[in-house]
């Protein structure tokens, strides 16, 4: 395999985590690489969230889409992923294929080119993105590794999810920190979302439960330069 | 039937003539209610009659018990004692006069006083509030059957001009009476009100207004505010009452040590009690919320006669507030704990002691508050100062000899805000099609809009049409469209329905009702009382089982439920007070000016209690005392660090913007700073090298590290990632109507729902950096959370005059700052220092490498 310099400097052993016994990068702009895979996982684009909330009469500022695409390109561009799994609400809603504006088309679909891209359905975009090439697939089975929008009630090891965009706070010196994470137990793993008007929500809250084992349960956080890696014994509801 | 016509009479200075013009200007019924109660009208009402009843509007400028709202409400009562009565089936007419109060509550106690002369002469006069508070039921109905005088707050103003009917409902306006006047312009409220009141001269061009104020320091800003402005320049007229008796006024000249830094005053709680003891109901005041709860707690433990003590401030449940008033009234206290909720000119029970707890920050907040005591005009009020460090002594001691002197400070009025416009904007084509020329000509004749170019104009309007983005993605979705006539237009009823759920400029910090429940209920208690409201930040940081200070009891901090904060019954050590964003007001430029020049003159020193003086003295033998407009910076090590404080005085504000941008600097000279801190009168860096060298060495010198250049770049580059730009942001955003309010009931609920403000922000400003939101947020930040033009006043004032003295150990001056530090947060960049120090305990616990895969089934 031909890795870039950056590359492997990204995949250095510390950043690694299991998840089922595979091997993944847990990297810090939110997303997971799955080196023996070659295979880049994103949650929760919700692109044209912005032009979806417009319709409704507010008028928040129209970048959402181009924000998030350029952030996207940023991490295809270190990685060279084989494989794309986008892990559903790609799209805010329905329509956003449709409304996207040509200029962000073409540059998503520069992005594709080459590699096998995956649009898993989610509940805001249950049906395949119009005129855009990938494939729909309600789940998708890699090796030992089910990606799927929703997390699943039933335990299932090897598990990649997104859907409930987690995020873990702490209170250290008495100030509370609250970032996007990644939430997993060593067996599954709910990814943070990436689209740039997403919120999030307290891996503790009641949407979760019994989502993981709490005894092994961590929150990959988010941090400026790296991830930072909370125990779940640590972590704040609210 | 004008009266103005048939009794025109000339202003003139002699009160005599005045008097004896009583009968001429007021209708019988009037002069025989006088006569009743033995009292005869003053000067300055009948003054202002007469200039009303010229067609003129007018500033009222008097202290408080010089009978201002009967003044601002004569000409309306005079003119509707003439008016003949409505015959049955004839239509209804429309509001006479509107009052406009900053305070729900002080339009309530208005209907109150002014109901009872009403009754008294007999006139057929109807008189009725609208607030947030009032039913919807009695909202209708008043559209109906609009009352003669309708006394209301901005807001609401706001919302009835946005009514399709409003320029019926207003048509036979004749006055709008504006109460509390000063300390309506200085906001945003006012820019909204100023538009406001354009408004209502389209509707009835005549239309003359009254203002009522406490003294300020510019009238004539007032004077324009209060009416059109085109032409520019023009000024309503101007009748000033001067001061009452002379208050009396004294520090509290402690037998106990007075406390080098701190805000309680705790060392006084033995005197303030005592002096509770000794009159007969006395009002202590505050600067902030957190202040009151520990002073009103401290209070209670002294309380061995279990006085009746209470508290009154903005975070408490409403009805408590309005039960605390009532009793207040009744003269069923003895001592009410207040913060500037009480501040305004409301009239309530016989207050005979003013107790100041802390400093004032401001000589005519002051004033104001003193003016509580004894509200009759004649008397002296009294009121003693309490000083809760040594340099609030300073403060209180100039503070006190600038109310003496007069002196007022009152902040300067600022250009009117774009976001503010943009809700008018949207407001007015709500309530029916406008063209944007004549609304442009409209808006300029509000004073604080008087210089507003049409292009910036243009951009509100395409800003509250699509959103006024570069990218014009949204021109399908437009709230307002222009058509073929030229005339905008609301697109969609929906719009309309949006507007009346955000109107407004007030943008409360996201807040948790503090539920109480039953204690061992734990979370599962339900049902119990609302006992105010508190910060989200705050309720956040506490764990299940703190304890805090709240509403005057301790509570135990349960858990967070949905948007409330569950508390029960707490007790025990560690009380945590909770903190409040706002509320802290930075000490005035005048004051400052003030506490510098008793500094710089140890004649003044006598004035002082001798342990501060003593402090004084000790300084100028260890260290040195600036001169007046010098700026003292002291250098000296302690411990393994290098300390630097600089005493500029010009307010916590300005010295934490100051803070950051110096950090910045050291940080590029490779000081290796740590940390800085800030208070009212100086501020503390420190740093791993010894900076006094650097100076030395002129890398950098001290001039060029305090050069006026710093708030260029760094200040931008700062800025951008501000916790206070976004904090502003939102504000901005909100008013304009970019993103919705908050309600209790809807936070949290979804994760799709709304987009955070922080969010916009950050893809707002990487895209559109110029967009005129975040122009709008830039202008606000300057002025307010970051005082940056008072920063530069001061950095232009002291160039070529700082005065560097490196010690071998810390000075007396510099200890009330050095005691600041590790009581506040340095700095934003730091919250992944504090994961990192999370992430490395759970290593240091678990050992390293526990992280990589441990769970795994196969090994790696």
Redesign the interface.
């Known amino acids: 395999m031909n890795f870039s310099l950056s590359r492997a400097t990204l995949i250095a052993?510390?950043d690694?985590?299991?998840?089922?016994?595979e091997?993944a990068v847990c990297d810090r702009r939110g997303i997971l690489y799955f080196p023996d895979l070659r295979l880049l996982a994103v949650s929760d684009l919700?692109l044209e969230?912005g032009?979806s909330?417009?319709?409704r009469?507010?008028?928040?500022?129209?970048?959402?889409t181009?924000?998030t695409l350029l952030r996207l390109q940023a991490v295809i561009a270190d990685y060279q992923p084989r494989i794309v799994v986008s892990l559903g609400d790609s799209f805010?809603d329905g329509g956003g294929a449709e409304r996207m504006?040509q200029s962000f088309r073409e540059r998503l679909e520069a992005m594709m080119a080459g590699r096998d891209w995956f649009w898993v359905a989610g509940n805001?975009d249950p049906d395949a993105p119009a005129d855009l090439p990938g494939e729909t697939v309600r789940e998708l089975a890699v090796g030992s590794l089910a990606f799927r929008h929703e997390p699943s009630r039933l335990r299932v090891e090897g598990e990649i999810a997104g859907h409930?965009?987690p995020c873990a706070?702490?209170?250290?010196?008495?100030?509370?920190?609250r970032?996007r994470c990644f939430a997993g137990?060593?067996?599954r793993m709910i990814m943070p979302?990436f689209g740039?008007?997403?919120?999030?929500?307290n891996v503790l809250d009641r949407a979760y439960a019994g989502l993981f084992r709490l005894e092994?349960l961590?929150a990959y956080?988010l941090?400026?330069?790296r991830i930072?890696?909370?125990?779940g014994s640590?972590l704040?509801?609210? | 039937m004008r009266l103005a016509s048939r009794y025109l009479w000339r202003v003139t200075e002699q009160p005599r003539l005045a008097e004896q013009n009583a009968a001429v200007l007021l209708p019988e019924p009037f002069v025989r209610w006088f006569a009743a109660k033995g009292w005869s009208p003053r000067i300055h009402q009948l003054e202002l009659l007469a200039k009303a009843q010229a067609g003129q509007s007018v500033l009222l400028i008097a202290p408080t018990g010089a009978g201002k709202t009967l003044a601002g409400f004569l000409p309306s009562l005079t003119e509707l004692a003439h008016r003949p009565k409505r015959k049955p089936g004839e239509a209804h007419r429309g509001i006479h006069t509107l009052y406009i109060s900053p305070l729900k509550a002080l339009a309530v106690d208005i209907e109150r006083n002014l109901g009872r002369p009403v009754d008294e002469i007999g006139l057929p006069v109807t008189i009725e509030t609208r607030t947030g508070d009032t039913p919807s039921h009695k909202r209708q109905r008043q559209k109906l059957v609009p009352p003669d005088i309708l006394l209301t707050t901005p807001e609401q103003l706001a919302l009835l001009i946005a009514s399709n009917d409003a320029r019926r409902f207003f048509e036979d306006l004749r006055y709008v009476v504006l109460d509390e006047l000063h300390s309506l312009v200085t906001s945003k409220r006012g820019h909204l009100l100023a538009l406001g009141l354009a408004r209502l001269r389209r509707f009835v061009p005549e239309l003359q207004t009254i203002g009522l104020s406490a003294t300020v320091a510019e009238p004539d800003e007032l004077r324009r505010w209060l009416v059109s402005q085109n032409p520019a320049g023009d000024r309503a007229g101007l009748i000033t009452v001067a001061g009452g008796a002379k208050p009396d006024i004294s520090i509290l000249d402690s037998r106990e040590r007075v406390p080098w830094s701190g805000h309680s005053a705790r060392y006084a709680i033995p005197e303030i009690y005592e002096a509770i003891k000794e009159h007969r109901t006395t009002l202590l005041f505050v600067n902030t919320r957190s202040q009151a709860e520990l002073l009103f707690q401290e209070l209670w433990r002294a309380n061995e006669d279990s006085l009746p003590i209470a508290l009154h401030h903005g975070s408490l449940d409403v009805g408590q507030r309005r039960r605390v008033e009532k009793a207040m009234a009744d003269n069923a206290l003895r001592a009410i704990v207040a913060t500037s909720t009480l501040d305004l000119g409301i009239d309530w029970g016989d207050v005979d002691l003013v107790v100041h707890v802390g400093a004032p920050k401001g000589a005519s907040r002051l004033a104001q508050r003193i003016g509580r005591a004894n509200h009759r005009m004649d008397e002296p009020s009294k009121a003693i100062l309490i000083p809760a460090n040594r340099f609030e002594v300073l403060e209180c001691r100039a503070a006190l000899d600038a109310n003496y002197l007069g002196a007022q400070d009152t902040p300067p009025l600022i250009k009117g805000a774009l976001d503010v416009l943009s809700q008018h904007v949207l407001g007015v084509a709500c309530g029916g099609p406008f063209d944007a020329d004549l609304l442009y000509e409209e808006v300029r004749g509000a004073a604080p809009y008087a210089a507003l170019e049409r292009e910036t104009f243009d951009r509100v309007i395409d800003f509250v049409a699509t959103g006024g983005y570069a990218l014009k993605n949204y021109e399908r979705y437009a709230r307002i469209r222009r058509n073929k006539d030229g005339l905008w237009r609301v697109s969609h009823p929906r719009v309309a329905q949006q507007y009346r759920l955000n109107v407004g400029t007030i943008v409360e910090m996201p807040e948790l009702n503090v539920r109480y429940v039953r204690q061992g209920r734990g979370m599962a208690g339900r049902g119990g009382p609302v006992l105010g409201k508190i910060e989200e930040y705050f309720a956040e940081t506490l764990r299940p089982g703190d304890n805090f200070l709240f509403a005057g009891k301790v509570l135990r901090f349960e858990g967070i439920r949905e948007n409330e904060c569950v508390v029960s019954n707490g007790a025990g050590a560690n009380i945590i007070v909770p903190s409040y964003a706002g509320g802290k007001f930075p000490l005035s430029t005048y004051l400052a000016e003030q506490v510098r020049g008793m500094l710089a003159d140890s004649d003044r020193w006598k004035v002082l209690p001798e342990q501060v003086a003593d402090w004084l003295r000790v300084q100028e033998e260890k260290s040195v005392l600036p001169k007046r407009g010098d700026l003292l910076v002291e250098t000296f090590p302690r411990g393994n660090r290098h300390y630097m404080v600089a005493y500029p005085f010009e307010g916590r504000l300005a010295h934490q913007t100051l803070g950051m941008l110096l950090t910045r600097r050291l940080e590029r000279a490779h000081a290796r700073p740590l940390g800085f801190v800030a208070t009212d009168y100086s501020l503390a860096v420190w740093a791993l090298d010894d900076m006094a060298a650097l100076f030395k060495a002129k890398k950098p010198s001290l001039p060029t590290l305090f050069d006026e250049d710093m708030l260029g770049d760094d200040l931008e580059a700062w800025l951008n990632d501000s916790w206070m730009l976004k904090r502003t942001f939102r504000t901005c955003a909100v008013i304009a109507g970019l993103i919705e309010k908050r309600y209790p009931g809807q936070e949290k609920s979804g994760r799709q729902v709304t987009v955070s403000a922080d969010l916009i922000y950050d893809v707002l400003r990487s895209h559109e950096p110029d967009h005129i939101l975040l122009q709008a947020t830039r202008t606000d930040a300057s002025a307010g959370l970051l005082d940056v033009s008072r920063l530069g006043e001061m950095l232009s004032r002291v160039r070529g005059r700082i005065m560097h003295k490196h010690l071998d150990q810390i000075s007396p001056l510099a200890v009330p700052v050095m005691l600041e530090i590790g009581k506040e947060s340095v700095n934003g960049g730091a919250n992944d220092t504090l994961l990192m120090e999370a992430a490395d305990l759970v290593e240091e616990a678990m050992g390293r490498g526990w992280r990589a895969g441990s769970n795994s089934r196969k090994s790696m």
């Open positions: 052993e510390a690694l985590i299991g998840i089922a016994g091997r919700h969230k032009s909330f417009a319709r009469g507010a008028l928040i500022p129209p970048y959402d181009g924000a805010h504006h805001h409930l965009h706070r702490i209170v250290q010196r008495g100030r509370s920190v970032r137990d060593g067996g979302a740039a008007y997403t919120g999030s929500l092994t961590m956080m941090g400026a330069e930072f890696a909370i125990s640590m704040r509801p609210g």
